[in-house]
């Protein structure tokens, strides 16, 4: 039980730092923090997929004050995946031209061997980038 409180404390911190990221600094200077940029289904690895750090990011963002939309939530479950060396791949995408217009073009989420493991939306959002890597740093 300790383990987990310890994830969810560990997201937090992570919500709070992407959040910051997100509000203040142009994106060109913490790109580097999201991995190389890649071709989809590039990040494969084990074959199971595990929700639970995206269950600990969900729980984070409901406990901590103020809202953390989808960039936020995707940065903290990439950057702990990518600690414990788990490849994965957030895709940053945009709604496309006919059905844009409001705050929401842009959306995020991480996937993990083509499964959603954050930010799933039935919108059909276009991928404009997709980073991935394996190690934090």
């Known amino acids: 039980m300790t383990r987990w409180y310890l994830t969810v404390a560990e997201a937090a911190a992570l919500l709070l730092l992407a959040r910051l990221l997100v509000a203040g600094p142009r994106l060109g200077y913490w790109r580097t923090w ?19 750090l995206a269950h600990a990011v969900e729980r984070a963002a409901r406990r901590l004050p103020g809202v953390y939309k989808c960039l936020p939530r995707a940065l903290a479950l990439h950057w702990m995946l990518r600690r414990r060396q788990r490849p994965s791949e957030l895709v940053i995408a945009v709604l496309p ?5 409001t705050i929401d073009d842009l959306h995020a989420w ?3 061997n083509g499964a959603v493991l954050i930010g799933e939306l039935d919108l059909p959002f276009r991928p404009v980038g997709r980073f991935g890597g394996d190690r934090w740093g």
Do not use: H, N, W
């Open 34 to 52: 999201l991995g190389p940029l890649i071709e989809r289904g590039a990040s494969t690895g084990p074959a199971t997929v595990d929700y639970r």
């Open 97 to 101: 031209g006919p059905r844009r217009g």
């Open 110 to 112: 991480v996937e993990m």
